[in-house]
């Protein structure tokens, strides 16, 4: 009897702890816009370290399984598997149109508003729009859905209407200047308080506009949305994961998602790789300052004497430079490990595409349920920008709804095992090669996954000294 | 980029006529040459390429029961820690 009882409990308890390892993760996952976030915290019911491991050995486990898929035709017709629509071109050129004033319109209205709305981010048109729209929601339609930035951009539109291309563009800088500019943007969101004061971002995207429209028409609109604009990048790189794209020759284009990284070799030098690391990167980096460890973390080492500037800024851009290093290094192992007449430089190419689902499922995680939460908000705002209510509407989420951050890590980390294992099998002839490739860069996935895990069951905090 | 290949040169390079991409032994050569121009070898070649493909499919074999090692002790190992940890 005794034994039919442990095994009982025994049975139980591992029903129950698979669920609440499930279910029971964090509620409120931390992002850069804390001007917006209600913090909120549920503890984890099962030790830490234990969550930990499970999501990185999910990850190991899943390239584990997915090197089991050894039949390259097979991988070849999940990543080549498309359709398309044909688009009238009255139709696109009308979407074109409607996408460009739309895109004006919330220029104009996000800084005037800024200006002159209430001073409250909860309340303030531009603080909602930019952040609950732009920084969430829009990059989320952009890599589920499609990128359809272009179209919208509002200083492409003034760009092209103006003259402009006096000056060729330095094609050896690459897309350097965009990494630099994503990098300086996530630091004004973090650092410069645009997430709580509407008038200081709006002073922000005016000088910005600025820049921008001056490098558009300097360099002609063209190669600077390609390569040097930040957030013309930053959506760009996003909207590679996304199903649909905008095609001349056959209207819209269908694929699986995240396959068009596998297909388009469209990272073609390391300040690519960066950009990529760097959307990994800057999601990593406001999640640890926004959450109450790093932030006592933070204020341990300003307490010992170091201007907290200067420890934000080594934390940032070393936290960058050892993501990218890490990434860079585990190509160098790969091809000392293979026979192979690949540089370690080439490899990294080829698998960086990877790195952008897992950005995608770690901005799933830190923006989804928040952009969820301020759907109501943000609906109001477009609505109505002139009349900002009296009560701002925000969804109270369910409970279930933390774990979804858990299950989006893990999702994004999946979906790159895949991609970087159909493109070991596009680049090795031998298929033991192609799955001894995989090893060091699954290595490296499991260590980001298990930071950004740690950083999703943390509780959001305002990040001190700034 | 230029420097996307490591040209090894030597009696170790082992160079596809067809596309020109170049490997260091003769197997990985025949493996490519059977996975991406199957329409262009000799019978010869497809005897080569059938041997170099079964001879893999061993390796890969005896690589998936290791696997399936790691996976089993990794699903026991967590359901242990889980059991003696969780609450």
């Known amino acids: 009897m005794n034994r039919t009882t442990t095994l009982r409990r025994f049975g139980v308890s591992l029903l129950f702890a698979s669920l609440v390892s499930l279910l029971a993760a964090p509620v409120a996952a931390s992002n850069g816009a804390v001007g917006l976030a209600g913090a909120s915290q ?42 398309s629509v044909a688009l009238d071109d009255v139709v696109r050129r009308g979407l074109g149109i409607v996408g460009s004033v739309l895109g004006l319109a919330l220029l104009g209205f996000i800084v005037y508003l800024g200006f002159t709305g209430p001073q409250a981010p909860t309340l303030n048109f531009a603080i909602i729009v930019t952040f609950a729209g732009l920084r969430a929601g829009y990059t989320m339609f952009t890599y589920l859905v499609g990128d359809t930035w272009r179209a919208v951009n509002p200083w492409r539109t003034v760009a092209t209407l103006l003259p402009n291309g006096f000056v060729e563009y330095p094609h050896k800088l690459g897309r350097w200047p965009a990494v630099a500019g994503i990098l300086a943007l996530v630091w004004v969101e973090t650092a410069a308080g645009v997430t709580r004061q509407p008038n200081l971002l709006a002073m922000a995207v005016a000088g910005y506009s600025v820049l921008t429209l001056l490098g558009a028409l300097l360099v002609g609109p063209d190669d600077w949305f390609d390569c040097a604009d930040p957030v013309s990048v930053f959506l760009r790189f996003y909207g590679r994961v996304a199903p649909i794209r905008w095609n001349d020759e056959d209207g819209l284009s269908v694929r699986l998602p995240g396959m068009r990284l596998v297909t388009d070799d469209e990272v073609t030098d390391l300040a690519d790789i960066a ?103 943000l609906v109001g705002a477009l609505t109505a920008p002139l009349s900002p209510p009296a009560n701002p509407v925000v969804l109270t989420l369910p409970a279930w709804f933390g774990a979804l951050n858990v299950v989006f890590v893990l999702l994004g980390h999946l979906l790159a095992v895949w991609v970087a294992h159909s493109q070991a099998y596009d680049t090795f002839p031998s298929r033991m090669q192609a799955i001894r490739s995989q090893l060091p860069f699954v290595v490296v996935m499991i260590f980001y996954t298990i930071v950004s895990l740690w950083l999703v069951s943390l509780p959001t905090a305002s990040p001190p000294f700034l | 980029m230029s420097d996307t290949r490591n040209d090894g040169d030597g009696p170790d390079r082992h160079v596809c006529e067809r596309c020109g991409d170049a490997y260091p032994s003769a197997r990985l050569l025949t493996l490519h040459r059977g996975a991406r121009h199957p329409d262009d070898l000799t019978a010869d070649e497809v005897e080569a390429y059938r041997e170099a493909y079964y001879a893999e499919e061993r390796e890969l074999k005896s690589f998936r029961i290791r696997a399936l090692g790691v996976l089993v002790l990794m699903y026991f190992g967590f359901l242990i820690l889980f059991i003696l940890f969780a609450s």
Do not use: C, K
Request: charge should be neutral.
């Open chain 1, 42 to 83: 549920d503890n984890l019911a099962v030790p830490q370290w234990l969550y930990l491991a499970t999501g990185g050995a999910t990850v190991g486990a899943s390239a584990l399984l997915a090197s089991f898929v050894t039949d390259r035709r097979f991988i070849e017709r999940v990543h080549s598997w498309r359709t």
């Open chain 1, 275 to 377: 950009v990529a690391v760097v959307l990994v990167w800057e999601l990593t980096f406001s999640g640890f300052v926004t959450t109450e460890q790093g932030a006592a973390a933070i204020t341990a080492v300003v307490e010992a004497g170091l201007p907290a500037l200067v420890v934000y800024g080594v934390l940032y851009l070393g936290g960058f430079a050892a993501f990218l290093g890490l990434y860079v290094l585990a190509s160098h192992l790969t091809v000392r490990r293979i026979e192979t007449f690949e540089t370690p430089r080439a490899l990294a190419v080829r698998f960086a595409p990877s790195l952008l689902a897992i950005a995608v499922g770690y901005h799933l995680a830190h923006y989804f349920a928040f952009s969820v939460s301020l759907s109501p908000m």
